[in-house]
Nanobody
Framework: QVQLVESGGGLVQAGGSLRLSCAAT????????MGWFRQAPGKEREFVGAINWSGRDTPYADSVKGRFTISRDNAKNTVYLQMNSLKPEDTAVYYCAAGPAGYGLGYWPRNYDYWGQGTQVTVSS
């Protein structure tokens, strides 16, 4: 059974940092693009960033560019989202997602086949 499990969420003050992890089990995702999305209450799920299979290509949403960094460790089948200089507007449930093997980066939820259960990030002002 394929599973993506996020961890690392929590409550942090504005300006603080958090590091989210997404561990995959059930199959290897070393050949897949991985994405991070977030969803705030009453809003649609939005793209945060993604990373291609090699880790060399990492596009980000404008709202997080320069503050968030995505990385991956294919040996551990794990993807990370380092979030710095957090703002209250970053408050949301954060989801990781895995795309189909051999495909390129995706910017939309429909581009991804597998999803984690989400982890809550709350940034207080």
């Amino acid at each position: 059974q394929v599973q993506l499990v996020e961890s690392g969420g929590g409550l942090v003050q504005a300006g603080g940092s958090l590091r989210l992890s997404c561990a995959a089990t059930g199959r290897t995702f070393s050949g897949s693009a991985m994405g991070w999305f977030r969803q705030a209450p009453g809003k649609e799920r939005e793209f945060v960033g993604a990373i291609n299979w090699s880790g060399r290509d990492t596009p980000y949403a404008d709202s997080v560019k320069g503050r968030f960094t995505i990385s991956r460790d294919n040996a551990k089948n794990t993807v990370y989202l380092q979030m710095n200089s957090l703002k209250p507007e970053d408050t949301a449930v954060y989801y990781c997602a895995a795309g189909p093997a051999g495909y390129g980066l995706g910017y939309w939820p429909r581009n991804y086949d597998y999803w984690g259960q989400g982890t809550q990030v709350t940034v207080s002002s």
